[in-house]
Nanobody, 130 residues
């Protein structure tokens, strides 16, 4: 049974950084999509960063591009999200996700989620204070 365990969330001040990790067990990240979503209170869950290992393509939500970096350690079967220059609008629950399709816009931006993730982690909370 596939399981995804996120870690690295916490409470920080605006301008600070966090690094989220997602370790998969019973599953190997593959070319069918891996990434991070977040749910901000009162809003729908949104895609933050997506990676497709087959093509090497990486996409980000416009709100985080230039501040967040997604990466994948194939040997450790682990997914990361480096989040720099955090602001209070980044506060929310962050979820690791696998096997999904996104629509993309010019400049490597995520424009939509075409196929929702097949797999989800349990989430890790990120809280950014001003």
């Amino acid at each position: 049974q596939a399981q995804f365990l996120e870690s690295g969330g916490g409470s920080v001040r605006a301008g600070e950084s966090l690094r989220l990790s997602c370790t998969a067990s019973g599953y190997t990240f593959n070319s069918r999509g891996m990434g991070w979503f977040r749910q901000i209170p009162g809003k729908e869950r949104e895609a933050v960063a997506a990676m497709y290992s087959g093509s090497g393509s990486i996409y980000y939500a416009a709100a985080v591009k230039g501040r967040f970096t997604i990466s994948h350690d194939n040997a450790r079967n682990r997914l990361y999200l480096q989040m720099n220059n955090l602001n209070p609008e980044d506060t929310g629950m962050y979820y690791c996700a696998a096997e999904f399709d996104i629509g993309s816009a010019h400049g490597g931006l995520i424009s939509s989620v075409i196929r929702r993730p097949r797999y989800w982690g349990q989430g890790t909370q990120v809280t950014v204070s001003s």
